[in-house]
């Protein structure tokens, strides 16, 4: 393994379901495969009356629930070594003065994971800084939302940089965790198949779908107020465009890589209230069904507000004004209670300017890139072949170039997008992370298009659970003489 310096790994918020459910499963699967170093330390902190014991206990019981308990009584020894547990009132700063007797800055980096609301962190930030405990390599990560608007979102960073410097800093968007979208740094410059033909010159356009088959699991009040085209739309969907449609980084260093997604989006074209209707759909679920099973509208969701007018679904037109992607639309889809859970990039190639196979096809069908980011990572080609035969005639067919990561790369393990984040916070590689000028910039566009909505009094359109949102979102690629890839 190479030599990486042990970190002190303080989780605020470490009874929290984020915690429960995704870091300790994370630094677990971590240990489990030799990835932390040996002196690495694991210190919960939260203002419950718990021990180290008690919290390690805890600890034990949530990997046994999310992991089906297949925990490993030998990892789950060495790996219940490494932590420990501090009560600390976060809001209380005199309380942070306990970090200094277990937090080892000589020997050890502090990486602080801000597991809880941004609304703590202005008095995390000010009890470490008065606690002394800091040092010039300690790190700080947190998570989205970072904000709900810029305004909100400069607050907040305004809030850290007054004790982390910018290269401290590491904001999670756990798919750029993702194998997937990290191979499309690889698919993209690696391959001069791709690489050359990466363009309005050859590309027709290019479609990006999250689709979630849940609903609000419980998170009514909170998903109310942010809505799908802030809490998913904003941060995960741009990233994906960010790296589908960059300009080749002088190298793979987080500065390189960072400077062209922000140059993609500050190319994009504003959204406003004069072209908001055509470039963009809102939907809200209603009853339907999900794989054989009927499923609550959101009116009726627990807890809900009958009145409320937040978009579960949101479809976008998104045009890059810049020379490589003139006149070439991304379509961008996400929403809640889909049919089915999927993540996926469509690349469309224009169509071939002549076809001498009409006894097969009236037109040729355009080949297509299929980049599948969950559930099942992968690469799908999709192109024309002759069918095998000595009748005299070529006939052609649809057919798949299949590229699953799982069969291809079998002893290899595809680690999840906490995994790689945390182990890369761990060993200090910010690439992987979001700058604040990146966030700052994505907020910047998201909010003209909020903007638009308010100042058109646009509503949300009904589609039935189970579906891939209202017949508006077939209307958004069909005025192009588009469909979306089902």
Same mark, same amino acid.
């Given at each position: 393994?190479? %030599? ?33 170093? +040996? ?26 629930? @999310?992991l ?5 009584? &030998?990892?789950?020894?060495r ?14 700063? +005199? ?13 050890? &980096? ?12 202005? #008095? ?20 989205k939302?970072i904000?709900h608007?810029? =305004?909100? #979102? ?9 004790? @982390?410097? !910018? ?5 999670i968007d ?5 194998e ?8 993209? @410059?690696?391959?001069s198949i ?26 009514? *009040? ?9 809490d998913?739309l ?8 960010? @790296?589908?449609?960059?300009?080749p ?6 500065? $390189? ?44 969701? !627990?807890?809900?507000?009958?009145? #409320? ?12 004004d ?13 929403? =809640? ?10 690349? %469309? ?10 006894? #097969?096809?009236? *037109?040729?069908?355009?080949?297509k ?21 000595? *009748? ?9 170039? *299949? ?8 002893k ?12 890369e ?22 909010d $003209?298009i ?12 009904p ?15 069909a005025?192009?003489?588009?469909a979306?890839?089902?």
């Open positions: 393994m190479t %030599n990486y310096r042990p970190c002190d790994l303080v989780i605020y918020g470490a009874l929290g379901d984020l915690s429960k459910r995704k870091l300790l499963i994370s630094l677990y699967r971590l240990e489990k495969h030799n990835l932390l170093e +040996a002196d690495t330390r694991i210190i919960g902190v939260d203002r419950l009356d718990e021990s180290s014991e008690s919290f390690t206990a805890i600890a034990q019981q949530s990997l046994q629930l @999310f089906n308990n297949t925990v490993d009584e &030998v990892i789950w020894q790996f219940s070594k490494r932590l420990s547990y501090l009560k600390i009132d976060l809001t209380d700063v +005199a309380q942070y003065q306990q970090l200094n007797a277990i937090v080892d800055s000589t020997n050890r &980096v502090m990486v602080n994971y801000f597991a809880v609301s941004p609304l703590l962190f202005k #008095s995390i930030c000010q009890g470490l800084h008065s606690s002394g405990v800091l040092t010039p390599d300690a790190r700080m990560v947190m998570e939302p904000g608007d810029l =305004k909100s #979102s400069k607050e907040i960073n305004d809030v850290v940089a007054d004790v @982390f410097h !910018e290269e401290q800093v590491y904001r756990h798919y750029l965790g993702k997937t979208v990290l191979n499309l740094l690889a698919l993209r @410059f690696a391959n791709f690489t050359t033909n990466w363009d309005h010159n050859t590309i027709d356009h290019i479609q990006i779908t999250v689709g979630e088959d849940i609903g609000i699991e419980g998170r009514w *009040d909170y998903f109310d107020k942010t809505g799908q085209l802030r998913m904003q941060n995960h969907l741009l990233q994906i465009l960010t @790296f589908v449609a960059m300009e980084p002088a190298d793979l260093s987080a500065e $390189s890589i960072h400077n062209e997604k922000i140059k993609v989006l500050k190319a994009l074209r504003p959204i406003t209230p004069h072209n908001v209707d055509e470039k963009t759909v809102r939907g809200q679920y209603t009853d339907g069904f999900i794989k054989g099973t009927a499923v609550p509208g959101y009116l009726v969701e !627990e807890g809900a507000n009958t009145q #409320s007018t937040t978009e579960t679904f949101v479809a976008v037109r998104v045009d890059i810049n020379w490589r992607w003139a006149g070439v639309p991304f379509y961008m889809r996400t929403g =809640k209670r889909t049919p089915n859970k999927r993540t996926e990039i469509v690349v %469309n190639f224009k169509q071939l300017p002549h076809n001498i196979f009409k006894d #097969s096809f009236r *037109d040729l069908p355009a080949n890139l299929v980049i599948h980011l969950q559930p099942n990572e992968g690469v799908d080609v999709m192109m024309l072949n002759k069918v095998p035969g000595i *009748d005299g005639n070529i006939k052609l067919q649809q057919t798949k170039l *299949d590229l699953s990561f799982s069969e291809t790369f079998k290899n393990r595809i680690f999840g997008g906490y995994e790689k984040l945390i182990l916070a761990l060993r200090g590689n910010p690439t992987l992370f979001l700058s604040r000028e990146e966030i700052e910039q994505a907020w910047t566009w998201v $003209s909020q903007s638009a909505w308010a100042n058109n009094h646009s509503l949300p359109k589609y039935p659970a189970g579906s891939w949102g209202p017949v508006a979102s077939v209307a958004l690629l005025r192009d003489g588009r979306w890839e089902e």
